[in-house]
Nanobody
């Protein structure tokens, strides 16, 4: 599966932004999806994940209550809605995919994802 993230940009602190990840192929609904982010010089960190069916979601503590992950399997797209953005949310955001089903502990593990898209830069100004 090929992934293409989009929707990044510059936003003021407190604002909102939605990033999208479009997947190729006809089996999108059989993949668990995740969002990760990375700043220069640091490791890529887990942000949010969603099961193939969309019924189960996972969030990093740092974004819980502010970010919402969702997916539309009819459009082969996963979304990350980011509200109440903070300057520390500034990063390149990557989407990732891995065939379902998987144990729940793997959803937050960067190394467990098989496919990655190019990232989209989100910059939050103070």
């Amino acid at each position: 599966v090929q992934l293409q993230a989009s929707g990044g940009g510059l936003v003021q602190a407190g604002g909102s932004l939605r990033v999208s990840c479009a997947a190729s192929g006809r089996t999108f609904s059989s993949y668990d999806m995740g969002w990760f982010r990375q700043v220069p010089g640091k490791e890529r960190d887990f942000v949010a994940a969603i099961s193939a069916s969309g019924t189960t979601t996972y969030y990093a503590d740092s974004v819980k209550g502010r970010f919402t992950i969702s997916r539309d399997n009819t459009k082969n797209t996963v979304y990350l809605l980011m509200n109440s953005l903070k300057p520390e949310d500034t990063a390149v955001y990557y989407c990732a995919a891995s065939p379902s089903p998987r144990p729940s502990y793997l959803f937050t593990a960067t190394e467990s994802y098989d496919y990655w898209g190019l990232g989209t830069l989100v910059t939050v100004s103070s």
